[in-house]
């Protein structure tokens, strides 16, 4: 199916079941642990042997001499696989840096070894006894030291650099303006499932159960990087514990589990361990980010430029941060910049909201440092400097954009008049009490998604499709979807995902995976009514199908009726045409925190968030509720605590566990309310959906920042917003 022109009314309007905030359907496999995840899959890999990586000691140079003699004796040690005996390997054209290192190093923790035992225990002891010499060549690991060197990146879907206007000479003939300078750290995703794989070998074929979010690409990929035919590999993912963009590709894990399975002849698990997947896989990339901005003295917004700097090991791609800043807000002369620096830490690559949840944390910052320059309300400064057309091209105006109603709605829902407009005012005890707000804006991405859809003699609806659920409820919008469509209940619906052998979807990730799959699941779905009007004999275009029944015609036949004979079968793939050239299509909001900080101390306490979203339809109430406030909670974190500490000297992040790498707990979270706006956007796709599980990060960090400058007069401008940053600087206390 072919979506080039907008959708009009369609079977999805019924809302009887789509729309609905229906309980995930996997919710009791995931709360009885009945859920397989990918180390968990022993029915079907049965003796699988155990691997224990062993990662690089240094950050960059070689592997002079690699001694795993002693460790092949070990007890229980079946093999040991290294670059030197693993044979010729590619690269996957995902990964920046190659998986199984040596001689060359590129990045501490790459791989260098795999140890492959009858229990993990001996594959752990016996890795510790390999001798490894390296040989230390000297690394870039500092983005502040490595900024001069940046290059303009490689142009890939984003321009790294955009003019509109004459920005330079509007600029420095405002009357009002702001020229700052903002830094946002190394971060994790820190997800609770370790990387993790199993892999068997059926002759020249290999089967592995993995974490993964992006079948079809990691397909691809670990076909390249073994060297054969991409239909000689199966990637099977049906639960996915968390994965934040981390797993978008395969990792190390997944290729040595692989190799260790064709050496021993019998599958073999291997999960990256707690301290190396820091290291060892992607992270989210530290930026420096200059934004000068030029206004009117009524708050009109005349220049805007937001440059931003990142690095990333050779060959890699830049943190998109200025992304947002292309589209937000209006102003006739623009300029937004992006450069690389070539740095030698582990790979930079997406994280939740990749470009827009750094991006968004200095430039809303810097709207409120506008506002404050103007003595305007942040709110209001915000909604006059609206735009209903893209700022850089004028002529394409957006699908939808309820920016202003978010930001209106928000104030009258948070209490915003309440806000004193003067810092360091309002005190709770020894609590100083501030209120912060931020934009909301991420793009909404579609990509072609297929899917296969099953009617069985019972009148079972089954769906299968290589799309992942990694905690999203993809499992339950695909299962609304076709209920909906063939008018059937939720509990006449199987949904099968995460495995090669279904049609290839859009996968998840970006925002873009819940709209996109299941769409596919409806164009399958479109198709399959047309084949069940066919068996029945009426006409399908004004077929009605409800409660298990096809109407039309005067007639009303049961559905099941259709496949009495034989199961019937349809397939489809949804195609996206050029409406994303002829509209700007992306989702919107606004959030609004309370703090509390220390008057003594600097600690800081959230006491309150609001999120209120425009993004088309929403699929499922509940489970997009629920990845709002996971996102809220994750800015939040990025906000107060989250930093890879980077040691400079070695090249590495130190704090490369749970224990040292903080994230927010309960404790830190207050109750958080969402508001999602009443909307369809018939422009993005038949769903008259979008994305919305990023939406929700976006802004949240600057929104605290702002909340803490209004309870303590103390502008931070490097995140984390740490009390060590604004302890010496709060208002003196009696």
């Not at 948070?414 to 912060?436: E, S, T």
């Not at 996109?516 to 004004?542: F, H, N, W």
């Amino acid at each position: 199916m072919k979506f080039a022109t907008p959708a009009t009314t369609n079977p999805i309007d019924q809302l009887k079941v789509v729309g609905q905030p229906v309980d995930r359907i996997d919710g009791p496999r995931k709360t009885t642990g009945t859920a397989r995840y990918a180390y968990e899959q022993h029915e079907v890999a049965p003796n699988a042997a155990y691997g224990y990586v062993l990662g690089s000691a240094i950050a960059k140079g070689r592997v002079k001499s690699m001694d795993i003699a002693t460790a092949k004796r070990a007890p229980g040690v079946l093999t040991v696989i290294t670059a030197d005996n693993a044979g010729k390997l590619g690269k996957g054209k995902y990964n920046t840096a190659t998986l199984l290192g040596g001689p060359k190093i590129e990045h501490y923790h790459q791989a260098v070894a795999l140890v492959v035992a009858e229990t993990f225990e001996q594959a752990r002891a016996a890795a510790h006894l390999i001798k490894v010499e390296y040989v230390k060549e000297q690394g870039a690991y500092d983005l502040a030291a490595a900024k001069d060197t940046a290059k303009v990146p490689k142009k890939e879907e984003d321009p790294p650099e955009t003019k509109t206007g004459a920005f330079a000479s509007a600029f420095d003939s405002a009357p009002v303006k702001l020229d700052a300078t903002y830094t946002t750290p190394d971060q994790s995703h820190a997800m609770m499932e370790p990387h993790a794989s199993i892999a068997r070998w059926e002759g020249n074929k290999v089967t592995i159960w993995t974490a993964n979010q992006m079948i079809d690409w990691s397909v691809g990929d670990m076909a390249k990087t073994l060297g054969i035919p991409k239909a000689n590999v199966r990637l099977i993912s049906p639960y996915i514990g968390g994965g934040f963009g981390g797993k978008l590709w395969i990792r190390a894990e997944a290729l040595l589990a692989a190799l260790a399975a064709r050496s021993v002849g019998r599958p073999v698990k291997v999960a990256l361990q707690r301290a190396l997947m820091i290291n060892n896989t992607t992270h989210r990339p530290a930026t420096i980010q200059r934004l000068r901005i030029g206004a009117t003295r009524e708050g009109r917004i005349t220049a805007i430029a937001h440059e931003s700097w990142s690095g990333d090991l050779p060959g890699g791609k830049p943190e998109t941060a200025v992304n947002q800043t292309r589209l937000l807000y209006a102003g006739p002369n623009r300029l937004t910049r992006l450069r690389l620096a070539v740095l030698d830490l582990p790979e930079g690559n997406a994280m939740r909201a990749p470009g827009e949840a750094p991006g968004m944390m200095a430039l809303e910052i810097a709207i409120d440092e506008m506002a404050e320059k103007l003595k305007m309300d942040p709110v209001m400064f915000r909604i006059i400097n609206d735009t209903t057309v893209d700022p850089e091209k004028p002529g394409r105006k957006f699908s939808q954009r309820r920016f202003v109603e978010c930001m209106r709605l928000g104030m009258e829902r948070f209490g915003w008049n309440k806000r004193n407009a003067q810092p360091g005012q309002v005190r709770d005890g020894r609590w100083l009490v501030g209120l912060g707000v931020a934009s909301a804006f991420r793009n909404n991405l579609v990509g072609k998604s297929g899917a296969r859809v099953r009617l069985g003699p019972d009148g079972v609806v089954t769906v299968e499709t290589d799309m992942t659920d990694i905690g999203t409820g993809s499992y339950t919008i695909i299962a609304q979807t076709a209920a909906e469509m063939m008018g059937v209940g939720l509990d006449q619906v199987v949904v099968k995902l995460g495995d090669s052998a279904y049609p290839v979807s859009a996968g998840s990730g970006g925002q873009w995976g819940g709209n996109s799959s299941t769409s596919g699941v409806y164009a399958a779905c479109v198709k399959l009514r047309d084949v069940v009007c066919q068996k029945l004999g009426l006409d399908p275009a004004s077929a009605q199908f409800a409660d298990g029944m096809v109407k039309a015609g005067g007639q009303s036949l049961p559905l099941r009726q259709a496949a009495a004979g034989a199961e019937l079968v349809a397939e489809d793939t949804i195609e996206f045409g050029d409406l994303d050239k002829k509209y700007q299509q992306s989702t919107f909001g606004a959030h609004f925190v309370e703090v509390a900080v220390d008057a003594y101390t600097g600690e800081v306490r959230v006491r309150r968030m609001l999120a209120v979203c425009a993004a088309g339809r929403i699929l499922n109430p509940k489970s997009a509720r629920s990845q709002v406030i996971g996102a809220m909670t994750m800015g939040v974190g990025a906000a107060l605590m989250e930093h890879l500490v980077v040691d400079k000297r070695v090249g590495f992040f130190v704090n490369h566990d749970l224990a040292s790498y903080e994230v927010p707990v309960n404790a830190d979270i207050p109750h958080q309310e969402v508001i999602f706006l009443d909307e369809t956007d018939p422009i993005s796709s038949p769903m008259k959906a979008k994305g919305v599980g990023e939406l929700g990060i976006c802004g949240v960090a600057a929104a605290v920042a702002n909340a803490i400058y209004n309870a303590t007069g103390v502008r931070i401008r490097d995140y984390p917003l740490t009390l060590d940053k604004m302890i010496d600087k709060l208002p003196q206390v009696a």
